[in-house]
C-alpha cells in the first residue's frame, strides 16, 4: 500500500515563496510518477499543479509554470514542490500524490495524502 506524508506549507505574503515535501513508504518509488494536486474549498475537483516521473521529467499547470518547480530524490523516496512568487489564488489545500504509468498531468493520481494548508495573503 503506498502512503503518503506531507510537511512544509503554511502561509506567506504574495511574493513570497514556500515548499511542500513529501515522503511516500510501501511502494517502488522509482516506479511511481509523483505529483502535487490543489483544492480550493468549495471546488469539487482537485487540481493538478505539477507532475514528475522517476527520470526527473516535469509537468506544469499553465497557472504555476515559471513559478513552481517539482522536483524529486529518488534515493529518499520523497518530492519537493518549491513554490516562488506566490499569489493569494494559490491559497489552497496541496496534496502529495502519486500514480503509475504515463506521467504527467493526466496520469490518474490513485494515492493522495492528506493535505498541507497554503495560504497566501494580499
Known amino acids: 500500500e503506498v502512503k503518503l506524508e506531507e510537511s512544509g506549507g503554511g502561509s506567506v505574503q504574495a511574493g513570497g515563496s514556500l515548499s511542500v515535501s513529501c515522503v511516500e513508504s510501501g511502494a517502488t518509488y522509482s516506479r511511481l510518477c509523483m505529483g502535487w494536486l490543489r483544492q480550493v474549498p468549495g471546488m469539487e475537483r482537485h487540481e493538478v499543479v505539477a507532475a514528475v516521473d522517476s527520470s526527473g521529467r516535469t509537468s506544469y499547470a499553465s497557472s504555476v509554470k515559471g513559478r513552481f518547480t517539482i522536483s524529486r530524490d529518488n534515493a529518499k523516496n520523497t518530492h519537493t514542490l518549491q513554490m516562488n512568487n506566490l499569489k493569494p489564488e494559490d491559497t489552497a489545500m496541496y496534496l502529495c500524490?502519486?500514480?503509475?504509468?504515463?506521467?504527467?498531468?493526466?496520469?490518474?493520481?490513485?494515492?493522495r495524502g492528506q493535505g498541507t494548508q497554503v495560504t497566501v495573503s494580499s
Open positions: 500524490a502519486a500514480g503509475v504509468g504515463y506521467c504527467d498531468l493526466g496520469t490518474d493520481f490513485s494515492w
